[in-house]
């Protein structure tokens, strides 16, 4: 876990990698809640036999916007901002998904600031975040994510 006790000490570290979540596995149980609170109920995500027999993934895969979902749990279990009495998801600027998340895997997010705007009360930052799948060659999740902070 990251902590950090200023804005002044965030702008010291633009640029870097400030964090690395922990891993997390993906479940069919995790996959099926994301369906039903979704209604997106495609086969692909939760036919396992199905999937088995005419995925190209050889099994289940989670949603695409199931992976996105997870960056507040990583950002909460990476990153302490001890200054900070509020803050707000504000949106994305890029999202991709370059790889699956086959059910059964662990994924982690590596956490970089790209940069902080100022203003009256707290400020503006921009992460970019990479999502990776232990064992997998390429990322599963690539977004830049913009979240405020207020003091």
């Given at each position: ?9 965030l ?24 369906a ?12 396992v ?21 997870l ?41 970089k ?21 232990e064992?997998?060659?390429?990322p ?12």
């Amino acid at each position: 876990m990251r902590e950090i006790t200023s804005l002044t000490e965030l702008h010291t570290l633009i640029g870097q990698e400030v964090a690395v979540s922990d891993w997390v596995e993906i479940t069919q149980d995790r996959v099926q809640r994301f369906a039903d609170a979704t209604g997106d109920h495609q086969w692909i995500h939760l036919d396992v036999e199905r999937a088995k027999r005419e995925s190209p993934y050889g099994g289940t895969i989670a949603h695409g916007f199931l992976t996105l979902s997870l960056l507040p749990m990583f950002f909460e279990q990476s990153i302490v901002m001890r200054d900070v009495k509020m803050g707000v998801n504000y949106g994305t600027n890029k999202v991709r998904f370059p790889a699956p998340v086959p059910v059964g895997s662990r994924l982690r997010a590596r956490i970089k600031l790209l940069s902080i705007e100022e203003f009256d009360g707290g400020a503006q930052l921009v992460w970019h975040v990479t999502m990776e799948r232990e064992g997998g060659d390429k990322p599963v999740c690539v977004v830049e994510s913009i979240t405020r902070r207020y003091t």
